[in-house]
T-cell receptor, first 113, second 112 residues
């Protein structure tokens, strides 16, 4: 079974802190994604990566950055957390090459106070 | 902008009834997928239908795709209380890198 693991299930951070959300997948997938999910807005794509050291902006990249130094790991960084970044963050991976079934982690519920 | 939009936003049915959810999208796609999310959890992939397919079945799930209308439907037959969840359609567009975009979802409640 494909496993996508997010480093934390719940996280509470203070405004202005630098926050790292880590995601690891164990199936050698090419593509990895970070989404945030808010009530009434569904899943919105923040960033995705199709290869090591490669990244593409999604629909809402402002306030976020990402890092993909190894194929299995994709990190989401909040440079200076703000209260409007309180949300559920979901990481996903897919094989790519038009085989785009995405496998999701369990989610990280981030609260910024 | 949202690629996929589900309809209705919320649906409540009795156990044993069928549930139908619809998804519309805007641009050309490689494929369309449906996912389920139980409360507070990650999403689970249900079914993928390619742009050259019109219908696909998986157990109690039936998905149709009409590329001329840019729409898809998910039918869950003989619903169970355990089907209570949010359902999302997702499209992989024909732009680069198989970016997967989700709609806002349909919240399904199956009443025992």
């Amino acid at each position: 079974d494909v496993k996508v693991t997010q480093s934390s299930r719940y996280l509470v951070k203070r405004t202005g802190e630098k926050v790292f959300l880590e995601c690891v997948q164990d199936m050698d997938h090419e593509n990895m994604f970070w989404y945030r999910q808010d009530p009434g807005l569904g899943l919105r794509l923040i960033y995705f990566s199709y290869d090591v050291k490669m990244k593409e902006k999604g629909d809402i990249p402002e306030g976020y950055s990402v890092s993909r130094e190894k194929k299995e790991r994709f990190s989401l960084i909040l440079e200076s957390a703000s209260t409007n970044q309180t949300s559920m963050y979901l990481c996903a991976s897919s094989l790519g090459n038009m085989n785009t079934e995405a496998f999701f982690g369990q989610g990280t519920r981030l609260t910024v106070v | 902008s949202q690629q996929g939009e589900e309809d209705p936003q919320a649906l409540s049915i009795q156990e044993g009834e069928n549930a139908t959810m619809n998804c519309s999208y805007k641009t050309s796609i490689n494929n369309l997928q449906w996912y389920r999310q139980n409360s507070g959890r990650g999403l689970v992939h249900l079914i993928l239908i390619r742009s050259n397919e019109r219908e696909k079945h998986s157990g109690r799930l039936r998905v149709t795709l009409d590329t001329s209308k840019k729409s898809s439907s998910l039918l869950i037959t003989a619903s169970r209380a355990a089907d209570t969840a949010s359902y999302f359609c997702a499209t992989a567009s024909k732009t680069s890198y198989d970016k997967v975009i989700f709609g806002p979802g349909t919240s399904l409640s199956v009443i025992p």
